[in-house]
């Protein structure tokens, strides 16, 4: 028996940014067990530093999808389809606000601010799902990532916390949805780690050592901690898990 989980099996990746994004650490991950992986690139400007990672992966589908454009999501499904016939995963890794509403305090964030966190960082998960599950006649795994400031009032989160709390109800509520197709849906929590996105959050190096100190080994998750994680979901070693929230955090979760 091969020691390859993902041998044969085909996922999308949508929210690679560049070699330290979260979605990149599942990507290689994956590869590693054999998948084969279609990358998407927000547009021009991201995609000279997202192109050598897809090149290094070996991705057989490179497109570009900015999930507020329309047609672009459907682009990608439709290529899909021409290309492989059927997808077995898909990793959801996006999350937008825009800065001043994010640093403001939540009674202070606009309405625009609102709807943009929540179409992109919730609603694009849902309609990325409606678009995958037709590829999907044998059953599949779909995975996004969530943060504790969805559960908890934690830091400078603010209104992504409100939007994170939101994708991880639409985890559940799709998971039975689509449970009727073997379709598995699934959110992972990691703790928080140094990456482009993690940038715009106010005060995030405190942050960063802060939960350092709350972690109960003292030690910060990683982008191959993630990776794991996600290679457990995306393969059959969780074929009966299905509308859970999972921690990659050291505990962090857990400590009062």
């Given at each position: 028996m091969s020691d390859l989980f993902m041998a044969g099996k085909k996922v999308l990746i949508v929210g690679i940014a560049n070699d330290k994004s979260i979605a990149y650490g599942c990507a290689k991950k994956l590869k590693e067990h054999g998948a084969e992986l279609a990358i998407t690139y927000l547009n021009e400007k991201a995609k000279r530093f997202v192109q050598p990672l897809a090149e290094e992966l070996g991705a057989s589908i490179f497109m570009p999808l900015d999930v507020t454009v329309p047609g672009e999501m459907a682009a990608v499904f439709a290529e899909i389809k021409q290309q492989w016939g059927s997808?077995?995963?898909v990793i959801h890794s996006l999350a937008f606000c825009p800065l001043d509403d994010l640093h403001a305090p939540i009674s202070e964030c606009s309405r625009?601010?609102?709807?943009?966190a929540m179409d992109v960082s919730c609603y694009s998960f849902i309609e990325m799902a409606g678009m995958a599950k037709a590829l999907m006649p044998n059953g599949g795994s779909m995975i996004n990532f969530s943060y504790l400031g969805s559960a908890l009032a934690t830091g400078d989160y603010n209104i992504m916390g409100c939007a994170k709390a939101s994708l991880e109800a639409a985890?559940?509520?799709?998971?039975r949805?689509?449970?009727?197709?073997?379709i598995r849906v699934n959110c992972i929590s990691p703790g928080t780690i140094a990456t482009r996105a993690a940038g715009g959050i106010k005060d995030f190096d405190a942050m960063l050592e802060y939960?350092?100190?709350r972690a109960v080994d003292q030690?910060?998750?990683?982008?191959?901690?993630?990776?794991?994680a996600a290679l457990y979901y995306?393969?059959?070693?969780?074929r009966g898990v299905t509308g859970t929230t999972h921690y990659v955090d050291h505990g962090v979760c857990i400590v009062g």
């Open positions: 997808l077995d995963g625009e601010g609102f709807l943009q985890t559940r509520y799709l998971a949805d689509l449970g009727p197709q073997h939960n350092r100190h030690l910060l998750p990683t982008t191959e901690e993630v990776g794991g995306l393969s059959d070693l969780s």
